[in-house]
């Protein structure tokens, strides 16, 4: 596992993502998983050794938390979408500050965001204060929305390799 966990964050380094501005076109999509699960927070993260950093929020004004109480840190090493419909009720979860003191957290879906290296960066999730069981196709399209998020990072990394190539 920490073999694993080293490359990860190597490859997440190498995308030069992390602590970059706003982006219109990553705000688009977390306002979109927002809209489509009707949820008052919807992320874009990215998680390194020491937190959970946010390329793209609604709804909260933070930028970033500790990895320790990340639940996309569950995402990541799950790799498949992550629902937790009451978190107070999750063995992982309900000792959190996020849940057992404000914002009060209970809902928390997460898709991985899986590079085509099959590493999982991040995630696109979507929270709420109150217990929600997610439709299938809200999942569906939140796994769409992280696909979105993956081919804009491969593409500019391609992008960046071709510039490097030429020069």
Known sequence: MPTEENRRLRELRAYGVLDTPNEPEFDSIVHKAASICRTPIALLSFVDERRQWFKAKVGIAVSETPRSISFCTHAIRSGEPTIVEDASRDPRLAANPLVSGAPHLRF????????????????????????????????????????????????????????ADAV
């Open 108 to 163: 928390y879906a997460g898709v991985p965001l899986r590079m085509a290296s099959g590493a999982r960066l991040g995630t696109l999730c979507v929270l709420d204060d109150k217990p929600r069981t997610p439709a299938a196709d809200q999942v569906e399209e939140l796994e769409r929305l992280a696909a979105m998020v993956v081919a804009l990072l491969e593409h500019r990394r391609a992008q960046a390799a071709s510039l």
